[in-house]
């Protein structure tokens, strides 16, 4: 297979471009934890905790966080999105005018419980035109059948819906295709059912779709051949890299596919939430992790701010640290839970 289109190949000359004149190509981080994470650790915190980990994240610069899901009841760990976002806590992280939040909604039963929770935020004068919503495609019939209980045409119609719910609703709607690689239950997931999910997302309304190697079994050439694929059917500025470290690769292969120019990539504060379909491995690639490796490779996270004398690799050592005690501060209050 060609592994570069000519889409791809322009990512590569203007990082290369870039470099050399001296400009840092701006690279968005969504911060995916107090979502992805925490649903895929096995400890529920309460609402209070999640708010407080959403303000300190906006806190630390992140400028876009996935806040929690409007799913079944029966996932606990975000059973209490609804008092998250009506939290005392978070309207300051509202009021910003710079942070962006969105809720994961599978159905429009979720639409339904994410639409009261917008009508009491408006009754409470709280401006949540900030708030978004993601919408979660498998590229496989059987990781549809097990994570959304339907087929994948089945899902892709009910997303359609709340896609189409929300759009009218003045609400962005943001895609992610799960299993971009390989799947748990499938194995080798074709390129070509990839751009296809993807391409439906997109004609749904999604502004941007977040490609995500669900069980990190990709490296940098399998994500390449993906990734061009992908391109051929939509522009390379709709697309997010959604890296796994379960093979330890997950760094490699975010910084290869921003190499090829994608400008978005979705990671989670201290790697939370682990792969449910490999015990034991790491899940999300860390924060800290995709900041170190962009910032050092010339790219700009918006994250790391140099005071006046201050060189570059303070700053970001002191952004780095800020970011480790967050995430060993959430780490430890899910270990205190988890004891209780
Ligand atoms: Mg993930």
Redesign the pocket.
């Known amino acids: 297979m060609k592994r570069a289109s000519t889409q791809l190949s322009r990512g590569l000359t203007q990082s290369a471009t870039s470099q050399v004149f001296k400009s840092r190509p701006r690279i968005k981080i969504v911060e995916?934890s107090p979502r992805?994470g925490l649903q895929?650790e096995a400890t529920v915190l309460d609402a209070a905790t999640r708010a407080g980990l959403i303000a300190s994240l906006a806190k630390a610069g992140l400028p876009f966080i996935e806040a929690g899901s409007f799913v079944s009841p029966k996932v606990k760990q975000m059973a209490n999105t609804r008092d998250v976002l009506l939290s005392e806590t978070l309207r300051p992280v509202l009021q910003d005018g710079k942070t962006v939040l969105s809720v994961l909604i599978p159905n429009m039963r979720g639409y339904q419980d994410f639409k009261n929770t917008m009508q009491s935020l408006q009754e409470d004068g709280v401006d949540a035109s900030r708030i978004e919503v993601a919408v979660f495609a498998s590229a496989t019939e059987a990781f549809s059948k097990a994570n959304l209980n339907a087929s994948r045409a089945v899902a892709l119609d009910q997303l359609a819906q709340v896609a189409q719910a929300a759009l009218n609703n003045n609400v962005k709607v943001r895609g992610y295709v799960s299993c971009v690689v390989k799947c748990p239950y499938e194995g080798i997931v074709e390129p070509r059912e990839v751009a296809s999910t993807a391409k439906s997302l997109s004609e749904m309304g999604c502004y941007e779709i977040s490609l995500?190697d669900?069980i990190g079994a990709g490296n940098i050439y399998t994500l390449e051949d993906m990734l061009s694929a992908v391109v051929g059917r939509m522009p390379l500025s709709q697309l997010a890299a959604?890296c796994?470290d379960t093979n330890g690769k997950a760094c490699e292969n975010v910084l290869h596919l921003v190499k090829l120019g994608v400008q978005t990539v979705?990671s989670?504060l201290a790697g939370l939430?682990g792969c449910p379909y490999a015990p034991g491995a790491k899940?999300?690639v860390a924060t800290e992790d995709v900041v170190r490796v962009l910032e050092e490779n010339f790219y700009d996270t918006g994250l790391v701010q140099e005071l006046p004398g201050q060189t570059h690799e303070a700053a970001l050592w002191q952004k780095l640290q800020d970011l480790s005690r967050l995430g060993q501060e959430i780490k430890g209050k899910l270990k205190s839970e988890a004891d209780v």
Do not use: E, M, Y
């Open positions: 995916v992805d895929n995500g669900t959604h796994h979705d989670s939430g899940g999300n």
